[in-house]
């Protein structure tokens, strides 16, 4: 069992900059972040996949594409998401995800995909 904890949300003025970490207590290997707004689906924001080559993989969602980036630091088990040029549409409760088994990076926008989730931290960008 992988338990993860969220932390790093607020309320910010669009254009203002956020990072969210999200700390686990055990090894995973592939990560991601998702966000789900009132109203509308839950959507993949970005993952970070560990490959066979030791190194890693990372994804995004075309909306956050250069504004956000995902990382994670093994040491400190925690997988972060530095959030720039903040605008309204990010306003969401961002939820950790963690998955051990590989399915492909294809298919890394997709809830289902993995077994462990934290509990979400609100994340508000006002106009």
């Known amino acids: 069992q992988v338990h993860m904890v969220e932390s790093g949300g607020d309320s910010v003025q669009a254009g203002g900059s956020l990072r969210l970490s999200c700390t686990y207590t055990s090894t995973v290997y592939h990560m991601a972040w998702f966000r789900q707004a009132p109203g509308k689906e839950r959507e993949g924001v970005a993952a970070?996949?560990?490959?066979?080559?030791?190194?890693?993989?990372?994804y995004y969602a075309d909306s956050v594409k250069g504004r956000f980036i995902i990382s994670r630091d093994n040491a400190k088990n925690t997988v972060y998401l530095q959030m720039d040029s903040l605008e309204p549409d990010d306003t969401a409760m961002y939820y950790c995800a963690a998955e051990n088994k590989y399915s492909g990076g294809g298919v890394w926008y997709r809830g289902e995909e993995y077994k462990y989730w934290g509990q979400g931290t609100q994340v508000t960008v006002s106009s």
């Open positions: 970070i996949y560990r490959i066979d080559t030791g190194g890693q993989s990372t």
